[in-house]
């Protein structure tokens, strides 16, 4: 390879980095085209070098299911929408060709990690911006400034108005949003990647990483606390615990942050309900989303072959019509996969279910267990965003998409490296290192870098 080409596989992958940590801060219509536009120079540089994108087979199992999800716009209500749907994950799902291919060292997989963290971190801290502005601003005399929340709630009403159909944009004064359409949508971006700051701040070897993402770790935590999103609390407190019981020395750095969990989820829950018409809104709320699951088991049984459709829109039309409730989709992960695709999307997404989880199981024992710690933080991230998924559609905007297959790409990406699959440059070939326990911190050594 010359060093034109090598060059270019540097830059490919910086380029890499930058959206992986700047397109999550981006209005949701903007972020994706980072990635669609990125994926012309990548596969053309690949090609030119003799190598292959591969998508492995995780990424077949989920190509059959994105297939089947733009066929069903035959029989959907929506059929524009429904295919377009299809299209819209086939688009996102290049984000996770791109990370499984062009993160084939230890020393990228970590860099991509802390462009991850950094991204979380800053979100993190907006969310408390304007948590912190609306609390201050409701609560006291003295201060009167509000950070826009959304952030992009002004712009988004310009862009949204110009679409054929209705997107909901609706300002969230209390509850953070950030840089994402609503809180629950930012409470899943954070539920997955917060996990990545806490295992970066305890294992990695670069104190400037660590210190990095110990502070994006803290952000994120309290940002995820400024959703008040009851189910996130959950997702983070089991992910949290995963890492907890993984090994003694995260438990020791860890525990401290469920106390933060302990302290802060009472007092948001206790701001938000804290009058009687909130606890009425509380209980509204569960009673709704229990409306909705029954409406959603109907029309699964109604359309129990190959379902509605893909998208939310068809569901949308029956919530309202059934039960009068303006809720565009089923607020349940799982359940909106059986309305949207029937039998045979949970069979196809059962599949995708299983290859991951058989890769997953894989990185605990490949490499006399040197990728075991990889593997505790992938299944951490999985658990809190299937436990999030029980009580929202967790795949419904671009960027939860994109943050979905950017853990599914780190994962294949480890997987190739310990299963010898990864494809490299004559350059990396030749400096290629295997991850062994030397690459994770131990207690001596962090208490030399601290004392220095």
Partial sequence: MSSANIKNDSRLFR??????????ILPEYIAPLFVFFFYIPF???????GRNAKIGQLGKAFMVYMGYMIISGIWSNTHILSSLIGLLWMGCFLFYIETANLVNTKDKLKNAITALNISSGIIGLIAILEFVTYNLTKHTDWFDFIVANPL?????????NLFPFEIVNSPYP????????NPLILATFLVVTTPFCAFSSIYFKHIKNRRISRICFITSLLGILCTESRGAYIAIALSIITLLISSKK???????????????????????????TSADEFLASNNNRFAIWEVCAQLFRENWFVGMGAGTENIHQEIIARIGINRSHAHNLFLQIATEGGIIGVALATAVIVVFAIGLFRLFYLKDRAYRPYGVLYTSSIIGFITMSLY?????????????????GFSQ??????????????????SFEEFTADDYINDVEEEELISK
């Fill in 15 to 24: 380029w890499l980095l930058a959206i992986i940590g700047v397109s999550f």
């Fill in 43 to 49: 596969l053309k540089h690949f090609k030119k070098t």
């Fill in 152 to 160: 992009y709630y002004e712009i988004n009403e310009m862009i949204f």
């Fill in 174 to 181: 209390s509850r953070a949003a950030a840089t994402f359409d």
């Fill in 250 to 276: 995260i438990f020791k750095r860890l525990l401290p942050f469920m106390f933060v969990l302990a302290v802060g989820i009472p007092l948001t829950i206790a701001l938000r309900y804290k009058n009687s």
């Fill in 392 to 408: 929202e559609h967790t795949l419904q905007s671009p960027k939860e998409m994109m943050v979905f297959f950017i853990l599914l």
């Fill in 413 to 430: 990406a480890t997987l190739r490296m310990a299963q010898d699959e990864i494809q490299l440059s004559p350059e990396e070939k030749n």
